[in-house]
C-alpha cells in the first residue's frame, strides 16, 4: 500500500543553518505531497504542497520538489529560526474522491538560538 | 470563524469507561476526519466521513465508533475505554467539492485522552 517515510529525529540545529528533512514515498498512480507542521501544543497546519512532478512548494522560506524519478519530496530551509522548531510531517494524498492523507511519522527540528 | 474545534482537550479515563469526543467544523466543509497520533507512528486515520451521512473506516478503527450528526459534526465514541487507546486525536476537515485542486485538511488543536 501505499506509504511515506522520512527521516528521524531530532535534528538539532543552530539558528540560521540549512535544513533539510528527507521525504521519500511509495505510491501507485501520481499523489499529491504535502508538509504539515505542527508547534507544540498545536494541531497539524499546512505548511506547503505540490501535485504533480517538478511542482516546487513553497511557502515561509520552506520549499520542497517533487521528484518523481527518485520518489522523494524533501523539505528545504535557507536559513532556519527559533520560531520554525517544531514536528514536521510530510504526507500524501492517494488518488481518488476521499481525500485521505497518508503520513509519515513526523520529525522534530529543534532550533537553538 | 473558529475553524475546527475539540472538546476535551484532556481526559483521563480508566479502563472499560465511554466517553465521547466531540468535534465541530465551522467552513462549510463535506469531509471530516478523526485521527490518532502516537509516538514514533505519525499519524493514523481512524474513521472519516465524506460527506454528511456517511462514513468510513479508516486505518485503525477498531475500538472506536463515530456519528457524522450534521455537517458541522463529527464524534468519536469509545465504548470501552482501553490503555492501547491512550493518545492524542486530531478532527480535520476539508471541501471535497471536487472542482479540482488538492483541498487541504483542516485540524483542530486535539484531544490529549489518558486510559488508565
Known amino acids: 500500500g501505499d506509504s511515506v517515510t522520512q527521516m528521524e529525529g531530532p535534528v538539532t540545529l543552530s539558528e540560521e543553518a540549512f535544513l533539510t528533512i528527507n521525504c521519500t514515498y511509495t505510491?501507485?498512480?501520481?499523489?499529491?505531497l504535502f508538509w504539515y507542521v505542527q508547534y507544540p501544543g498545536e494541531g497539524l497546519q499546512l505548511l506547503l504542497k505540490a501535485t504533480k512532478a517538478d511542482d516546487k512548494g513553497s511557502n515561509k522560506g520552506f520549499e520542497a520538489t517533487y521528484r518523481k524519478e527518485t520518489t522523494s519530496f524533501h523539505l528545504e530551509k535557507g536559513s532556519v529560526q527559533v520560531s520554525d522548531s517544531a514536528v514536521y510531517f510530510c504526507?500524501?494524498?492517494?488518488?481518488?474522491?476521499?481525500?485521505?492523507?497518508?503520513f509519515g511519522t513526523g520529525t522534530l527540528l529543534a532550533v537553538q538560538p | 470563524n473558529a475553524g475546527v474545534t475539540q472538546t476535551p482537550k484532556f481526559q483521563v479515563l480508566k479502563t472499560g469507561q465511554s466517553m465521547t469526543l466531540q468535534c465541530a467544523q465551522d467552513?462549510?466543509?463535506?469531509?471530516m476526519y478523526w485521527y490518532r497520533q502516537d509516538p514514533g507512528m505519525g499519524l493514523r486515520l481512524i474513521y472519516y466521513?465524506?460527506?454528511?451521512?456517511?462514513?468510513d473506516k479508516g486505518e485503525v478503527p477498531n475500538g472506536y465508533n463515530v456519528s457524522r450528526l450534521n455537517k458541522r459534526e463529527f464524534s468519536l465514541r469509545l465504548e470501552s475505554a482501553a490503555p492501547s487507546q491512550t493518545s492524542v486525536y486530531f478532527c480535520?476537515?476539508?471541501?471535497?467539492?471536487?472542482?479540482?485542486?488538492?483541498?487541504?485538511?483542516?485540524f483542530g488543536p486535539g484531544t490529549r485522552l489518558t486510559v488508565l
Open positions: 467552513m462549510n466543509h463535506n469531509s
Open positions: 466521513s465524506a460527506s454528511e451521512g456517511t462514513t
Open positions: 504526507a500524501l494524498r492517494a488518488g481518488g474522491a476521499t481525500n485521505k492523507l497518508i
Open positions: 505510491a501507485t498512480g501520481y499523489p499529491s
Open positions: 480535520a476537515s476539508s471541501d471535497s467539492s471536487g472542482r479540482g485542486g488538492v483541498n487541504e485538511q483542516f
